[in-house]
C-alpha cells in the first residue's frame, strides 16, 4: 500500500494530467502547399528515459498533387507536463515547449529548432508580455500573451499570440518554430481551428468554419501546380503568360479555406489589400485547375 503511494505521488509530481487528457485533439489550418488541416491527436502514453509523456500523433488532411482528398500520418510528437512547464522531446533532449510559470519581461527558448528559418532566426525567444485569466467552457484558464523576439529578447514586431493553459496558442500552431519553418511553405501547420477532449466542449476561438472544413475538393478535376513571383510578394503577383491564356478566372483562399479574392486571370495580379499571411493562389477553367502558392508580406 505505501509503494502504490509513492507511485501515485510521483505520476503527480511528473506529470500534469491536465496536458493532453484522454480524447485530446487539435485542429490547425495547414500552410503547406495544398489547402487542408492537420489535426494532431494524443494516442498513448509511453516512457522515454525513464520519463512519462503522451505521444501525439499528427495527420494531415487535404488535398493532394493528385488533387484528390488525402489522409496521412506524417509523425509525432511527445510530451509531458511538470508543474506547469509543457516539454517537448526533440533530438534527444526535452525542449520547453510552453512555461506558464514565467512572468511578465521572462522567456525561454523557442522549441525545436532544426534549421534556418527566413523568418524566425535560431535560438529565437518566447517573451511574455503580460498574463491573466480567461474563462472557457465554465472552466478557468492562465493565460499569457506572447511576442516572438530574438535571441537577445528583441522584439520581432509582427508575431504575438495568446497562449492558453493546456491548450496551446489561440491563433497559430501547437509547434512554434514549425509554422515558420521555410522560405514560402511553413513546415506544417498554421493557424488553430479548434481543441477539444473527451470532458471538454469544443473550443474554437478564431476559425469560423466547422473544424475539418476542406475548400472545394468536389470540384476539382485535374489539376498541376505552377509558380508564381515574386514570391514572397508585398503588391502585385505575375502569372507566366501560358496560365492567363488558357485559365481565365482565378480564386485567392486563405490557410482557414475562405475566399478572398477573385477576378478574370491576368498577367498581373494585385494583393496589396490582402494582410500578410500564406494563400493558395487557383486558376481555373470549366474543367481544369491549376494552383500556386502565395506568401504575402507587410
Known sequence: MRLLICLLLFSGISFGQNWAPNGAQWHYSYIGFFPGYVDIAYTADTIIDGQLAKKLTKTYHGLGWGMGINSSEFGAEY??????????????????????????????????????????PPNSRMKVLS????????????YLVIDRCDSTNYSFGFLQDTLIENIGFMRDYMLPYDQFDGAVDANEGGP????????????????????????????????????????????????PATYTAEFKTYRIISTEGKLVQSGQTSEQIDVANLPAGSYTLLVENTSQIRCAKVLVLR
Open 79 to 120: 510530451t509531458y507536463e511538470a508543474n506547469g512547464v509543457v516539454y517537448l522531446r526533440y533530438q534527444n533532449h526535452w525542449d520547453t515547449l510552453y512555461n506558464f510559470n514565467a512572468q511578465v519581461g521572462e522567456s525561454w527558448r523557442m522549441a525545436k529548432q532544426p534549421l534556418i528559418s527566413n523568418i524566425i
Open 192 to 239: 488553430l481551428r479548434c481543441y477539444s477532449h473527451y470532458d471538454f466542449v469544443t473550443y474554437q476561438p478564431i476559425f469560423t468554419e466547422v473544424c475539418d472544413y476542406i475548400m472545394g475538393t468536389n470540384e476539382i478535376n485535374a489539376s498541376a501546380s505552377f509558380q508564381i513571383y515574386p514570391n514572397p510578394v508585398l503588391d502585385q503577383v505575375n502569372i
Open 131 to 142: 498574463t491573466g485569466t480567461m474563462t472557457i467552457n465554465n472552466e478557468p484558464r492562465n
